[in-house]
């Protein structure tokens, strides 16, 4: 059983299904990419999976704890990045971080030594002391970046990890994530940009209309509900890239808001 399994979940907003019937499973070492358009119900879902939502069916659990029935116990044991998170605007990095890394259960020495450690792995020792109101939304990401793995957590859950930073520390995040999951750790990444799904990430989802159309090992592994690559089950040539796959699989699932390439944050191959 992985890290993180979910089965046959469902999550309504009234008479939106906006997670609608979703099975899959992450296991310790992988990085899994949920990847889909807007609206595709990826927020939800990691909603779910951290005890801030309700489920309406289906099971889920997260290192063994049920986040819908123990969600404290649940996020005690994980990260969470959230998409439009941001800082509490009257502390200052070193404040928010002794006060994360307290409710989690750390020491007072060691949450001061991984608040230096994460300062300077992101470059942010020089505003450590200050406001968060009077940081950069960059700035404030990295912040929101250390919060989420202060406590080592075994399970990180990543909306959008990379917004608002600049390329060299997109850069740095990127590998740190990487050595992050080998470490014996998973992280579950949900976004929209399918570059960066292909570069970190060691499986990926793709998710539209609630459910998760198809799956792909990135790897080299055999993926998901792919088979041996040869004569995949689920029909994807195994030469095909990601984009054309989402592109194919997102369409044909008659998705709420249809996508199109200008909604997908794809950059040209160099
Ligand atoms: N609180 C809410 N009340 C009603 N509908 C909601 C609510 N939250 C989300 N939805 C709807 O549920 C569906 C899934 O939304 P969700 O935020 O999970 O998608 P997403 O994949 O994270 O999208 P994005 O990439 O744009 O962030 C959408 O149709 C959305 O409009």
Redesign the pocket.
């Known amino acids: 059983m992985g890290v993180i399994q979910v089965d046959g979940l469902v999550k309504s907003?009234?008479n939106?299904d906006?997670v609608d019937g979703l099975s899959f499973s992450v296991d310790r070492g992988e990085i899994y990419g949920f990847l889909?358009p807007?609206?595709?119900?990826?927020?939800?879902t990691i909603g779910v999976l951290t005890g801030q939502l309700r489920p309406d069916a289906g099971t889920v659990q997260v290192l063994e704890t049920d986040p819908t029935t123990e969600p404290i116990e649940t996020r005690h044991r994980v990260g969470i990045l959230p998409?439009q998170g941001s800082p509490p605007s009257f502390l200052t990095p070193r404040e928010f971080l002794d006060f994360v890394g307290d409710v989690r259960g750390l020491e007072p020495d060691r949450i001061a030594t991984q608040t230096d450690v994460w300062a300077d792995r992101l470059g942010f020792e020089s505003k450590l002391d200050t406001l968060h109101t009077d940081l950069s939304r960059g700035q404030q990401q990295k912040v929101m970046i250390a919060q989420a793995f202060v406590h080592e957590p075994d399970v990180v859950f990543i909306d959008e990890p990379l917004a608002n930073l600049d390329p060299l520390v997109q850069e740095q995040v990127k590998q740190f994530l990487v050595s992050y999951a080998a470490g014996d750790n998973a992280v579950f990444v949900s976004t929209?940009n399918i570059d960066v799904a292909e570069e970190i990430c060691t499986r990926v989802g793709i998710v539209a209309d609630g459910k998760i159309v198809t799956e792909r090992s990135l790897d080299g592994s055999n993926g998901g509900d792919g088979g041996d690559g040869e004569g995949r089950s689920d029909g994807i040539d195994s030469d095909e890239s990601l984009l054309e796959i989402f592109l194919e699989r997102v369409e044909s699932a008659d998705v709420?808001d249809a996508p199109s390439l200008d909604r997908l944050e794809t950059e040209p191959k160099r």
């Not at 807007?38 to 939800?44: M, P, R, S």
């Open positions: 907003y009234g939106v906006a889909g807007n609206g595709a119900g990826k927020t939800t998409e929209h709420r």
